[in-house]
């Protein structure tokens, strides 16, 4: 495989991390892109790449990993970093499943963004993250040892970062790649049921604590959680409720000769950092 150049976006979180690793060992000339480059101490190259603003690099490259901060919904930002780039610069899209036809999620407005520019790309669309246990709810389950979310009996294709982190890099550097590739399992579970699962593995003890919308807000607000938060929180889990999609198995097996990770099995390689937040939960 001919060496190529790379540049990964958000190399510092759960997917950015999995894909350097994924890449690692495979000859490439690998650029992480950073607000701050100082603050890096991995072994590859940084340079300073803000997508809030728009700006990054000069330097050309092969493939791009394009992350969206979690509190940009703009996509204008993307224009203007994208239009100092080649159009055969190949743009691997960290999207989300649904973005095909959802149309008002950020997501879809920054797909629409590269399409209509012109670049080669690829859009990874992942179903409901299993480090969302650990990231964006670990603050309530470290407090309550509970998970506190509008989303009723809806289920979740879980996914882990590792899988994700595999398929794009499998994108950024295969010959040829189709515009999309679905990184999910094809079984839907809801949180009691995940919570069950992630419970026998780790030996935790969370619980689900299903709110209403009105219900939901007012936990999160006396929780001092922003307004911004909660929108996230209901666009992810309440918005689905209303046009529910049966789960579709993904490319994973397809592209990495294996099955996906389960979340049994995320739990098991995760027991030390669930179990942390267990001990920290005050009983409820």
Same mark, same amino acid.
């Given at each position: +495989?001919?060496?190529?150049?790379?540049?990964? %976006?958000?190399?510092?979180?759960?997917?950015?991390?999995?894909? *350097?690793?994924?890449?690692?060992g495979g000859g490439h000339d690998v650029t992480v892109g950073l607000r701050d480059p100082a603050r890096w101490h991995g072994a590859e190259p940084?340079?300073?790449?803000?997508?809030?603003? @728009?700006?990054?690099?000069?330097?050309? #490259?092969?493939?791009?990993? =394009?992350?969206?901060?979690?509190?940009?919904?703009?996509?204008?930002? #993307? $224009?203007?970093? =994208?239009?100092?780039?080649?159009?055969?610069?190949?743009?691997?899209?960290?999207?989300?499943?649904?973005?095909?036809?959802?149309?008002?999620?950020?997501?879809?407005?920054?797909?629409?963004?590269?399409?209509?520019?012109?670049?080669?790309?690829? #859009?990874?669309?992942?179903?409901?993250? +299993?480090?969302?246990?650990?990231?964006?709810?670990?603050?309530?389950?470290?407090?309550?040892?509970?998970?506190?979310?509008?989303? @009723?009996?809806?289920?979740?294709?879980?996914?882990?970062?590792r899988d994700v982190g595999a398929m794009a890099a499998w994108a950024m550097t295969a010959g040829t790649v189709p515009e999309a590739l679905r990184?999910?399992?094809?079984?839907? +579970?809801? #949180?009691?049921?995940?919570?069950?699962?992630?419970?026998?593995?780790?030996?935790? @003890?969370? $619980?689900?604590?299903?709110?209403?919308?009105? @219900?939901?807000?007012?936990?999160? /607000?006396? &929780?001092? &959680?922003?307004?911004?938060?909660?929108?996230?929180? *209901?666009?992810?889990?309440? =918005?689905? $409720? *209303? /046009?529910?999609?049966?789960?579709?198995?993904?490319?994973?097996?397809?592209? *990495?000769?294996?099955?996906?990770? %389960? =979340?049994?099995?995320?739990?098991?390689?995760?027991?030390?950092?669930?179990?942390?937040? +267990?001990?920290?939960?005050?009983?409820?």
């Open positions: +495989m001919t060496p190529r150049r790379l540049l990964v %976006t958000g190399a510092t979180g759960n997917v950015g991390r999995e894909v *350097l690793r994924a890449l690692g940084a340079v300073a790449l803000d997508l809030a603003t @728009g700006r990054g690099p000069d330097a050309a #490259f092969d493939a791009i990993f =394009l992350m969206r901060p979690p509190a940009l919904a703009d996509p204008a930002p #993307f $224009r203007r970093f =994208l239009s100092t780039h080649a159009r055969d610069t190949r743009i691997v899209f960290l999207s989300v499943a649904g973005a095909e036809t959802k149309s008002y999620l950020p997501h879809a407005k920054i797909e629409a963004v590269i399409r209509e520019a012109g670049f080669a790309h690829c #859009f990874v669309r992942p179903g409901y993250f +299993m480090e969302n246990l650990t990231t964006t709810l670990a603050d309530e389950l470290a407090r309550t040892g509970r998970v506190v979310l509008p989303a @009723g009996k809806l289920g979740f294709d879980w996914i882990s970062a990184v999910t399992t094809g079984h839907a +579970m809801d #949180f009691a049921a995940a919570l069950d699962a992630v419970n026998g593995a780790a030996g935790t @003890g969370f $619980r689900y604590a299903p709110k209403s919308v009105a @219900g939901f807000v007012a936990h999160a /607000r006396r &929780q001092g &959680q922003p307004w911004s938060y909660i929108a996230v929180m *209901l666009l992810l889990h309440t =918005l689905p $409720r *209303l /046009r529910p999609e049966a789960p579709r198995p993904g490319d994973v097996e397809r592209i *990495l000769g294996r099955a996906p990770e %389960t =979340l049994s099995d995320w739990a098991a390689r995760n027991a030390d950092a669930l179990r942390a937040l +267990m001990a920290d939960a005050a009983p409820t």
